[in-house]
């Protein structure tokens, strides 16, 4: 692998995998979930999954990455010619696409909203005399922006063609650039955002139900969905950390870079619980306020309607979830481009097009799942829904058991220890469990998500 394909400094690698790893997932997910799961019991759960077990599978990708140094395809028939483990690989890179056909969508969405918030448009005539019309106003600027037909696929479009930007640049000058700029500015809104929420009147409330747990409500589908939030918010399972890992130059520290990435996506998640509880509080916003797509559409427009300084909390805000899902998008169509780049020899040029141009129509043809498709469902749910499902809650689980048992089974014997200690030249004291996780934990845990999620 040529060297500009690998990330150029240490800030630059940990930046691009924070990128990938906070995204909508943590943003919009993150609290929906934590607010149908009890509060900070949820919190709790979703903080021992990722140190039980997030860490290690992550760990379990990165090695396997940069052992073979090559896409998540070919690195399996690099470490294990002439067995079927590729399959694993491509399972990952397919779960990318579909991931891609929708969350390009969504990202098309929060492009459209920071747009109308620099314009003015998401908040001319807002109507907040009484709480049912301004549910009714913002739930009407919903429907033009996001269930219609046209403004959507537009956005959707643009999107695209901004990932297809980035990923010409390459690795260094794409990805690793854009990363390093938008991650600290990602922080940085995060935090004023939460000490402008966190100062409203009555945010206290909030923040209190966020923090005190209510162990009551702790079922096994709570522990469930804990896991399958610590994956997805981890980015596991895609083939990204796959990718990403061939991209580590061979002196980087493994375990170190995965505790830090965990440990950001983790405060991530913490800060946006402190922008969000407190400020719906605050309101008296109801609990149906937080659910899909109407906690970020809906219920934070009216939040910022009514606190002083309107259009910047909204600009900032939905510049951040722009930010946070371009790079998360960078990273899942870079699996595909990896693939491309290694198994056909491509240019990258070449490569980026062919990865990109046919989520054109793809995603396209997601968006209008709320519009003119709106009838069309396979196995009862809309084209989006479907594509989320089958990926998120299929296709992960799967590519997250295969590569575990691959590497703690089956993988050259070794590979796994050798990559964390970087050859035998440094000690990482936590290989023994990574180990023990990577065989026995995470295949028996992660099997009883998927087949909790199909039953
Ligand atoms: N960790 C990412 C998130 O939480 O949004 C998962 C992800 C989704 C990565 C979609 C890449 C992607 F295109």
Not at 2 to 17: D, E, H, M, P, Q
Not at 118 to 133: K, P, Q, V, W
């Amino acid at each position: 692998m040529s060297t500009n394909r690998l990330f150029k400094s240490k800030v630059g690698l940990i930046a691009a995998t924070v990128g990938s790893a906070v995204g909508l997932g943590n943003i919009w997910r993150f609290p929906a979930e934590t607010q149908a799961n009890g509060g900070a019991a949820f919190l709790l759960l979703y903080i021992c999954c990722i140190f039980m077990l997030g860490i290690s599978v992550m760990l379990a990708e990165f090695s396997l990455g940069r052992g073979g140094r090559s896409d998540s395809v070919t690195v399996f028939n690099k470490l294990s010619p002439g067995k079927s483990w590729w399959l694993v690989g491509a399972a990952g890179i397919l779960a990318s696409c579909l991931i891609a056909c929708f969350y390009m969508v969504v990202e098309g969405w929060t492009l459209q909203y920071f747009w109308n918030s620099l314009t003015g448009d998401l908040y001319a005539g807002a109507d907040l005399s009484n709480s049912a019309a301004a549910d009714e106003f913002f739930t009407g600027k919903m429907t033009d922006y996001i269930f219609s037909p046209l403004q959507p696929v537009i956005f959707t479009a643009l999107v695209i063609l901004i990932n297809l930007g980035v990923l010409m640049g390459g690795v260094q000058k794409g990805i690793e650039r854009l990363s390093n700029v938008l991650m600290p500015v990602l922080f940085v809104v995060l935090v004023v955002l939460c000490c402008v929420t966190l100062s409203l009147p009555g945010a206290s409330a909030g923040v209190e139900w966020f923090l005190s747990p209510d162990f009551s409500k702790i079922t096994p589908m709570t522990v469930v969905n804990a896991l399958g939030q610590c994956f997805f918010s981890l980015s596991l399972g895609m083939g990204i950390l796959i990718t990403y890992g061939a991209y580590y130059p061979s002196d980087t520290r493994l375990t170190r870079t995965s505790v830090i990435v965990a440990c950001m996506t983790l405060l991530v998640a913490l800060l946006v619980g402190f922008v969000i509880f407190p400020a719906v509080a605050s309101f008296g916003l109801s609990d149906h306020s937080l659910r899909g797509v109407t906690l970020v559409f809906q219920t934070l427009p009216e939040v910022f309607a009514r606190i002083p300084g309107t259009q910047l909390w909204s600009i900032l805000f939905f510049f951040l979830l722009f930010a946070a899902a371009l790079t998360s998008t960078v990273s899942s169509t870079e699996v595909i481009i990896a693939f491309l780049q290694d198994k056909f020899g491509m240019s990258r040029l070449k490569a980026c097009c062919v990865a990109l141009l046919p989520l054109l129509p793809c995603s396209a043809l997601c968006s209008l799942s709320f519009s003119s498709l709106r009838g069309f469902t396979i196995f009862g749910l809309n084209l989006f829904d479907f594509l989320d499902t089958v990926s998120t809650n299929i296709m992960l689980p799967l590519v997250a058991i295969g590569v575990c048992v691959y590497i703690g089974w089956f993988a050259p014997r070794g590979l796994l220890k050798s990559q964390l200690s970087n050859e035998g030249t440094i000690r990482s004291r936590i290989t023994g469990f990574v180990i023990f996780v990577v065989r026995y934990l995470a295949p028996v845990l992660i099997a009883t998500i998927l087949i909790t999620n199909f039953i």
